[in-house]
């Protein structure tokens, strides 16, 4: 916000304020709500499968919006990441926590809502500026944040934290926020969005390797046939067939 | 050399976006979604406002 300010970008006008606004409570207040609950019935590693085929369902919804041309090797791309999501959430869900499968289906719902964002913020970036975009957006859905926590009392949560809670909150407000977000960005600046896609497969496995360590969670055998789904139906679906040579 | 900058870069994003549902699930029997969603936006983006780079 200080940045956009001092940079004097351009900032969505007329009715694109409201919308923007909107789009901004919607990825940052409602899809993290969303994801935190679903960590509440699943392992970080399981969650981060689901979340891990964004780029796939942001294809999806722009397919269903009719703004992205659905071709068949993205379809395909598509299938196979989903179906190898779903076969190996099914399949290791006896060693999963009970009703674990709920958890999912709520972290697919938030992704839905974050690819939703993806695709319809391009025309309200087009028309302002990606900083301003990203300062009312952010701006937004921290306020709403706040709203809504003044009134279920979640600020006085906090108070409760011993020193760990409080590192660990600390990590995630610095680094798993903000800092992950405009390195995103960032990224997207340097090298191909297909790339840049195709890192969204390290996420799962970071996840994995820290819950293993923090709070003991399983890496199984069908997390990491997912995981390869995953990066299977992301590569195919973002890189295009060589054209036969004549 | 940048296309290589840049996916070292989402690499580390990505790998902090992970670590991040790790440390969430940590603390997920401590604070409610709301309460974890406040700490990874509003003090996340509060303190990078008041840092040299916000």
């Known amino acids: 916000m200080p940045v956009a300010l001092w940079l004097n970008v351009r900032w969505p006008q007329g009715w694109d304020r409201p919308a923007v606004a909107a789009l901004g409570v919607c990825f940052f207040g409602l899809f993290f709500i969303l994801y935190n609950i679903a960590l509440g019935f699943t392992t970080a590693a399981r969650a981060s499968l689901a979340l891990s085929t964004l780029p796939l369902q942001t294809m999806l919804a722009g397919a269903l919006l009719g703004l992205e041309k659905l071709t068949f090797r993205k379809s395909l791309g598509v299938a196979i990441a989903m179906i190898g999501v779903f076969a190996a959430l099914a399949s290791g869900l006896s060693s999963a926590p009970p009703g674990a499968w709920r958890g999912e289906l709520i972290m697919v719902g938030a992704v839905l809502c974050m690819a939703v964002y993806n695709v319809l913020s391009r025309p309200f970036i087009q028309r302002s500026s990606a900083l301003g975009f990203l300062a009312v957006g952010m701006g937004s859905g921290a306020l709403a944040l706040l709203i809504v926590g003044a009134f279920t009392g979640s600020m006085s949560v906090m108070r409760a934290f011993n020193s760990h809670e409080w590192i660990a909150g600390l990590y995630l407000g610095a680094s798993g926020g903000a800092l992950a977000f405009v390195l995103w960005v960032l990224a997207l600046q340097h090298a191909s969005p297909t790339r840049v896609a195709n890192t969204m497969t390290v996420n799962p496995i970071a996840a994995a390797t820290l819950a293993a360590i923090l709070v003991g969670e399983p890496i199984t055998f069908n997390l990491v046939f997912g995981l390869l789904a995953v990066f299977s139906g992301i590569w195919i679906s973002t890189t295009e067939a060589k054209p036969a040579l004549p | ?54």
């Open chain 2, 1 to 54: 050399m940048t296309e290589g900058f840049g996916v070292a870069i989402a690499i580390v994003s990505s790998s902090l976006g992970g670590s991040a549902a790790a440390v969430t699930r940590y603390l997920v029997g401590a604070a409610d979604p709301i309460t974890l969603a406040i700490l990874r936006w509003v003090i996340g983006l509060r303190s990078y406002c008041l840092s040299p780079y916000g």
